[in-house]
């Protein structure tokens, strides 16, 4: 309970915190199903730390497209590792606004390096 209590002081999550991804909306945010503490399961957007793809309505969408299809075939599908989980830039979390945090595969690679 000491954990959980620390993290939300901090309004952070150091993890780890394994996430089941169920779709990417660009080359830099997806939809995970999380467990960060037993039994209180969440569905939020997660922005990755350590990448930053064009945007879908931005000024270069061929470029977004392929950022999204090229994370979409990585990590839709599997369990990832979430750590360092944050409100994002802005301070704010909802389903609207993604928290971000590093991301990681089962097996430990940094899913911004790939």
Excluded at 19 to 39: I, L, M, N
Excluded at 51 to 76: M, T, Y
Aim: proline share 7%; glycine share 8%.
């Amino acid at each position: 309970m000491f954990c959980a209590t620390a993290a939300l002081a901090s309004d952070r999550i150091p993890g780890p915190v394994l996430a089941k991804v169920v779709s990417c909306h660009d080359g830099d945010t997806c939809t995970v199903q999380a467990e960060p503490w037993p039994g209180d399961l969440k569905i939020v957007e997660v922005r990755i730390d350590g990448i930053n793809a064009a945007e879908l309505k931005g000024p270069c969408p061929q470029a977004a497209e392929q950022a999204q299809v090229h994370l979409a075939k990585l990590v839709v599908g599997t369990t990832v590792v979430l750590t360092d989980v944050q409100p994002d830039k802005y301070g704010r979390r909802s389903h609207a606004f993604p928290v971000r945090a590093k991301v990681a595969t089962q097996d430990g690679r940094d899913v911004a390096a790939l």
